[in-house]
T-cell receptor
């Protein structure tokens, strides 16, 4: 079946360092969404990308959607302790309403 | 606005028992979905609905039933609980299932099957 893998699975960084997580789908996604889940919490929507090659920025966060609409990345510049959590990518398989979530990248930021 | 409300927050069941996890949203969203999240894992889609009276299976539907008689409510039924169904269950909603709409999640139900 369709899979969405994220790498790395875990990342520990010192506060102030940059962080990147990569999302790779085995099939084309019509759009991609990114969510953040704090420990013990629920996923919270961050952003959505729809167009092939799209790049969006939110303060220190930069999101990219690949040209083939099968991969995406999230880059955080100068991490802060508030960035701690697990970041998930997700998207519906092209032509369906079935959302597939990535395996997630758990970020820990050391002060 | 309450958003997406899930009840109960915690539940312990014995193997073979049945129960219903409740999910309600007050945003008049057409699309609702149920996910399960096992420890250290991503979310897997169980069932979803694109509107009242319409439901469909996700990735892991076995052992679960859903119905959508109103726009607001989307209950998830465990027919005969098994230890493998121990998980955190999240309900989510969005205006539609198509492009352009984020999913809003409830706080989750933490379910343990003994």
């Amino acid at each position: 079946g369709q899979q969405v893998m994220q790498i790395p699975q875990y990342q520990h960084v010192q506060e102030g360092e940059d962080f990147t997580t990569y999302c790779n789908s085995s099939t084309t996604l019509s759009n991609i969404q990114w969510y953040k889940q704090r420990p013990g919490g629920h996923p919270v929507f961050l952003i959505q990308l729809v167009k092939s090659g799209e790049v969006k920025k939110q303060k220190r966060l930069t999101f990219q959607f690949g040209e083939a609409k099968k991969n995406s990345s999230l880059h955080i510049t100068a991490t802060q302790t508030t960035d701690v959590g697990t970041y998930f990518c997700a998207g519906p398989t092209s032509g369906t309403y079935k959302y597939i979530f990535g395996t997630g990248t758990r970020l820990k930021v050391l002060a | 606005n309450a958003g997406v409300t899930q009840t109960p927050k915690f539940q312990v069941l014995k193997t073979g028992q049945s129960m219903t996890l409740q999910c309600a949203q007050d945003m008049n969203h057409e699309y609702m979905s149920w996910y399960r999240q096992d420890p250290g894992m991503g979310l897997r889609l169980i069932h979803y609905s694109v509107g009242a009276g319409i439901t469909d299976q996700g990735e892991v539907p076995n052992g679960y039933n859903v119905s959508r008689s109103t726009t607001e409510d989307f209950p998830l039924r465990l027919l005969s609980a098994a230890p493998s169904q121990t998980s955190v269950y999240f309900c989510a909603s969005s205006p539609t299932g198509g492009a352009g709409h984020p999913q809003h999640f409830g706080d989750g139900t933490r379910l343990s099957i003994l």
